[in-house]
């Protein structure tokens, strides 16, 4: 072949690739992006070589991870998220995602993350509807604790759109972190008795919560929703979580005892919060586990019980519940990371019903201040000293005024002894342990607390 020949050939392939770069650079494929952001020349070739064969052929190890289950109790798959996405292609979405977390590639990524099991996208999906679709797989997967929020969408010509998840540990790592999840897991379930009602397996898990772990003001300080205290392996690990490691671990264990329960999310207390709506006998509860907890160590005793259960009315007073996803609106960041700086919320239930609530179940209610309803604190007295508990409940109807009540139950007016120390001598007079004294403590301390009248008797005995 003569020297013109071969520089006819040489122009030739050049000039084809320079107009297949030039069609690519204008259809924004992985051409384009490695132009547009001034990649050297072999990342350029590499992302022309994806664009016409395809990405590079991934290898991911299947994540063989099982939760324990408590014998008698029919775990339920509580997808709610899944079931709150209207469109079909965005519900197949759904599916090649969750298929996709439980699959991990062995190599670590030049970011030192590796990267998950790469799920495919229709092209007809827009990039706020990719997001939408990850949020509710991780949503209604708390177990994958794994999962970074962080992701990439990666394009070619060969493949179409498809999504990169990351995890931070390996599949070695992933093993072992979950073996120690089950050996936390298997004694709360224990502790829950043979047939049990919904109603004693959701108050056993709370109860495990809220003694078993701590809030960590630090992580929540750094907002870093990559630290294990965002988590349920934070939590039920590590023993310290924020809000979402509190309620992604009551999502997990109250779906594997067959309750359905799911997550909520909105502003609390001047911060982003997270809790969950639970179903008990059919009908729907708020629960915030993570407020249950948030009391100090003098005063847990007293208010562990005041987010059990309770409806969107008492939520409503001191939480703002975020918008829908359907209303939800995204952009890009300067590192374009598609996010939202809002709080966004799957499908929730209206809660409405008391029936469940544990001071409407425990609480001694009063709508008037007699003799009667001495009477009744004195028998309430009796039985919980003949329990040897600490702790009973008193709540006023809102026409009494909490000044008014507080000095009923505690002062002595005169010679007349006030409620509790009336019914306190009379309680041991009646033969049950004798008791030394009793506190008082008032449950609400603000406007924006959830209950007002509500106050906490605690027996000291002799």
Same mark, same amino acid.
């Given at each position: 072949?003569?020297?013109r020949?071969?520089?006819?050939?040489?122009?030739?392939?050049?000039?084809m690739?320079?107009?297949?770069?030039l069609?690519?650079?204008?259809?924004?494929?992985a051409?384009?992006?490695?132009?547009?952001e001034?990649s050297?020349?072999?990342e350029i070739?590499?992302?022309l070589k994806?664009?016409?064969?395809?990405a590079?052929e991934?290898?991911?190890?299947?994540?063989?991870?099982?939760?324990?289950?408590?014998?008698?109790?029919?775990p339920?798959?509580?997808?709610?998220?899944?079931?709150?996405?209207? =469109?079909?292609?965005?519900k197949e979405?759904y599916? /090649?995602? *969750?298929? +996709?977390?439980?699959?991990? #590639?062995?190599?670590? %990524?030049?970011?030192?993350?590796?990267?998950l099991?790469f799920?495919?996208?229709?092209?007809?999906?827009?990039?706020?509807?990719?997001?939408?679709?990850?949020?509710?797989?991780?949503?209604?997967?708390?177990e994958?604790?794994?999962v970074m929020?962080?992701?990439t969408?990666?394009?070619?010509?060969?493949?179409?759109?498809?999504?990169?998840?990351y995890?931070?540990?390996?599949?070695?790592?992933?093993?072992?972190?979950?073996?120690?999840?089950r050996?936390?897991?298997i004694?709360?379930?224990s502790?829950?008795?043979?047939?049990?009602?919904?109603?004693?397996?959701?108050?056993?898990?709370? =109860?495990?919560?809220?003694?078993?772990?701590?809030? /960590?003001? *630090?992580? +929540?300080?750094a907002?870093d #929703?990559?630290?294990d %205290?965002?988590?349920?392996?934070?939590?039920?690990?590590?023993?310290?979580?924020?809000?979402?490691g509190?309620?992604?671990?009551?999502?997990?264990l109250?779906n594997?005892?067959?309750?359905?329960?799911?997550?909520a999310v909105g502003?609390?207390?001047?911060t982003?919060?997270?809790?969950?709506?639970?179903?008990?006998d059919?009908?729907?509860?708020?629960l915030?586990?993570?407020?249950?907890d948030?009391s100090t160590?003098?005063?847990?005793?007293?208010?562990?019980?005041?987010y059990?259960?309770?409806t969107?009315?008492?939520?409503?007073?001191?939480h703002?519940?975020?918008?829908?996803?359907?209303?939800?609106?995204?952009?890009?960041?300067?590192?374009e990371?598609?996010?939202?700086?809002?709080?966004?919320?799957?499908?929730?239930?209206?809660?409405?019903?008391?029936?469940?609530?544990?001071?409407?179940?425990n609480?001694?209610h009063?709508?008037?201040?007699?003799?009667?309803e001495?009477?009744?604190?004195?028998?309430k007295?009796?039985?919980?000293?003949?329990?040897?508990?600490?702790?009973?409940?008193?709540?006023?109807?809102?026409?009494?005024g909490?000044?008014?009540?507080?000095?009923?139950?505690?002062?002595n007016?005169g010679?007349?002894?006030?409620?509790?120390?009336?019914?306190?001598?009379?309680?041991?007079?009646?033969?049950?342990?004798?008791?030394?004294?009793?506190?008082?403590v008032?449950?609400?301390?603000?406007e924006?607390d959830?209950?007002?009248?509500?106050?906490?008797?605690?027996?000291?005995y002799?």
């Amino acid at each position: 072949m003569d020297g013109r020949k071969k520089i006819r050939i040489f122009l030739i392939a050049v000039w084809m690739s320079a107009i297949l770069a030039l069609l690519l650079t204008l259809t924004g494929c992985a051409t384009s992006e490695a132009i547009s952001e001034g990649s050297g020349f072999s990342e350029i070739m590499h992302a022309l070589k994806c664009d016409l064969f395809g990405a590079d052929e991934q290898y991911c190890t299947q994540l063989e991870l099982t939760l324990p289950i408590r014998e008698g109790c029919k775990p339920v798959g509580s997808k709610s998220a899944y079931a709150s996405l209207k =469109d079909e292609t965005m519900k197949e979405a759904y599916r /090649d995602i *969750e298929n +996709a977390i439980f699959q991990i #590639s062995p190599e670590r %990524a030049d970011d030192g993350c590796f990267e998950l099991k790469f799920a495919r996208l229709k092209s007809s999906l827009e990039f706020d509807q990719i997001y939408i679709v990850k949020e509710a797989v991780l949503a209604d997967h708390p177990e994958a604790f794994w999962v970074m929020s962080s992701y990439t969408v990666r394009n070619n010509f060969h493949d179409g759109n498809y999504l990169v998840l990351y995890s931070k540990y390996s599949s070695a790592e992933l093993s072992a972190m979950f073996e120690e999840l089950r050996n936390e897991i298997i004694p709360i379930l224990s502790r829950i008795p043979d047939n049990a009602d919904e109603l004693t397996r959701e108050t056993i898990i709370h =109860d495990a919560l809220v003694d078993g772990i701590a809030y /960590d003001f *630090e992580a +929540a300080e750094a907002d870093d #929703s990559s630290h294990d %205290a965002f988590n349920v392996y934070g939590a039920l690990v590590r023993k310290k979580a924020v809000c979402t490691g509190y309620a992604g671990a009551m999502k997990m264990l109250l779906n594997l005892v067959g309750i359905e329960c799911r997550t909520a999310v909105g502003m609390s207390k001047n911060t982003g919060h997270m809790w969950n709506q639970v179903r008990i006998d059919g009908d729907w509860y708020n629960l915030d586990v993570t407020w249950d907890d948030s009391s100090t160590d003098s005063d847990i005793l007293y208010s562990r019980y005041s987010y059990f259960n309770i409806t969107d009315e008492r939520l409503a007073r001191n939480h703002k519940v975020g918008a829908d996803y359907s209303e939800m609106k995204c952009e890009y960041t300067e590192d374009e990371v598609y996010v939202t700086t809002e709080l966004y919320n799957f499908d929730l239930e209206k809660c409405t019903s008391t029936k469940y609530n544990y001071y409407a179940m425990n609480a001694l209610h009063f709508n008037a201040m007699t003799d009667a309803e001495v009477d009744v604190i004195t028998q309430k007295f009796i039985s919980t000293a003949q329990e040897r508990e600490s702790l009973f409940y008193i709540i006023f109807d809102d026409s009494i005024g909490s000044e008014e009540a507080e000095a009923w139950l505690s002062k002595n007016n005169g010679t007349k002894y006030s409620a509790l120390g009336r019914s306190l001598s009379a309680s041991n007079k009646s033969g049950a342990p004798r008791l030394k004294n009793c506190s008082l403590v008032r449950m609400s301390s603000g406007e924006d607390d959830i209950w007002s009248n509500l106050y906490a008797v605690r027996l000291i005995y002799a």
